[in-house]
Structure formats: C-alpha cells, structure tokens
C-alpha cells in the first residue's frame, strides 16, 4: 500500500471522528427532545413530538418571540457591522494615512476586552438612555462586538483586490464612494456574504449582554430564554429545553447549509495572495 494511501485512510479515519465527536451533543439533544423522558436509555422511553407541541404552541414560553427576537437583532447588527467594516477595510487598505496599521491593531485590542468587564457601564449607559429592554440596547453593543472581527476579514479580502481598478475609476471621475459601491463591493460580494454570516451568528449565539439589558420576552433573545427557562416553570423540563434548543438552531443551520460554499469561498479568498 502507497504512502499516499495510507495519508489518505488516516485523514478519512481522522475526519470521521472528528465528525462524529461533533455530533454526538447534536444527536443527544436531538433523542432527548424526542423522547418522553430525560433518561434516552430507560425502558420506559418512547418516541414522541411532544415536547416540541408544546413549546411551539405554548403562549407562556414566548419561543417563537425569542426566536424572531434573536433574527431580527442579529440580521440587523450584522448588517451595520459590516457596512461600518467595510467602509473601515476600504480606507485602510486604499487611503495612505499615517496610523493605518496601528487603528487594526488598536481595533483588535479593544476587542479582546471580556464581555464581563464591559458590562457594568453598558447597563448604566443603557439606563441613562432608557433603552434597557429595547432592541436598541442590543443593536448598538452588539455591532460594536462583532465590528473588529467584520473588519479584520474584509481587510484580508480587500487587500487582495487590485488597486488598479481604483485608479481606472478615479481617471473616468468616479469619487470614492462611488468606487466602493461600483466597484469594489461588486467585487468583494463572496467577503462580504460571509463576513455578514460570521457575524450574523456570532450576534445570534450572544448570551451576556441580552440577559443583562433585557427584562423579558419583548426583547429577550433565544439563548437566555433557554437559560432561563428553568426558572419560569421552578423545574427543569429537558425535553422542552432540548426541543427549544433544537429549534433554536435551525436559522443558523439553514444559512450555513445555503450559503456554504460562499462562506468558504469569501473565507479562502482572502486568505491568500493571488
């Protein structure tokens, strides 16, 4: 047997486990939410949908407003991350002012603050705004979370977009704007889909800052309705819990199905030089 061979059953093998190791969390919330008790290996155990009836259909669990909740917060965190990212990418990569690489790097700084330190000032910013359990008040942290990873990808992806294309613009009287909104976000459209889905998720999967700047479940996103959901009912119901956190997943599941290949493509794009 070739040693290529053999490179290439030990990476199958590898692979394969690894997969597997991933799924199994996903498979035993899955058989939890399915089943009509927490113990999958009793002998009283069946197969049921209830648990998802229930929490579907119930007015108490607000799942639904945690889930659109959670939707309409991040798609709208991510859109302004991005847009800011890429204005932000844009000057750094094409305009020659002193300080460029210091800003990426100061970005990349403050971002490495832990959330847990940020949190005291945020909730009385909010509270002097009187924005505590509005959408605002997750919007605006939320963009501001996500903004340096949004601007360290479409750098790397902007970087690798040839500077003659501004020049052709700029000769033909094109301002700046123009050639951003012309030219290069045409050009950079694979970076910035999955720049947005990266932060998109990112936003989606955020748990400190909704449970603290949010009170109940007009704003309150799916990660800490499921949290909390034990103490809404003073038990712990887990196959309501597993069916809520099987539901939960499924817009994240959807985009990363429907938009793989762009993700990978925008990702790999910027990743090398060429």
């Not at 998802?52 to 407003?65: F, G, K, R």
């Not at 009385?124 to 959408?135: A, E, F, P, S, V």
Request: hydrophobic residues 55%; contains cysteine.
């Amino acid at each position: 047997m070739s040693e290529e061979r053999v490179m290439s059953i030990i990476s199958g093998v590898g692979i394969a486990g690894m997969t597997l190791f991933c799924l199994i969390p996903v498979g035993y919330i899955i058989a939890v939410s399915l089943s009509s008790t927490p113990d999958i290996f009793s002998q009283s155990m069946s197969v049921t949908g209830q648990n998802y009836a229930d929490v579907l259909t119930s007015e108490n669990l607000h799942v639904l407003a945690y889930l659109r909740n959670s939707v309409v917060i991040s798609l709208i965190s991510a859109v302004c991350a991005v847009f800011i990212a890429a204005l932000a990418a844009y000057a750094i990569t094409r305009m020659p002012f002193p300080g460029r690489m210091f800003l990426l790097f100061a970005v990349l700084a403050m971002s490495m603050f832990p959330q847990i330190s940020l949190i005291n000032y945020l909730f009385k910013l909010m509270t002097d705004l009187g924005w505590i359990n509005t959408y605002p008040a997750l919007i605006l942290p939320y963009s501001a979370w996500i903004l340096p990873l949004s601007l360290w990808i479409l750098v790397s992806y902007f970087v690798q977009i040839p500077h003659d294309l501004d020049r052709a613009a700029l000769v033909d009287g094109c301002t700046r704007l123009q050639i951003l909104r012309r030219i290069i976000f045409p050009v950079a459209a694979p970076g910035l889909l999955a720049t947005f889905l990266l932060a998109f998720i990112f936003a989606f999967n955020e748990f400190m800052f909704a449970l603290t700047l949010t009170t109940d479940f007009h704003v309150r996103t799916i990660p800490v309705g499921i949290a909390l959901f034990q103490g809404i009912h003073g038990e712990t119901p887990w196959g309501q819990i597993m069916a809520v956190s099987a539901i939960s997943v499924v817009p994240v599941i959807i985009l990363a199905v429907v938009f793989q290949r762009r993700i990978i493509q925008g990702l790999t794009r910027g990743a090398v030089k060429g």
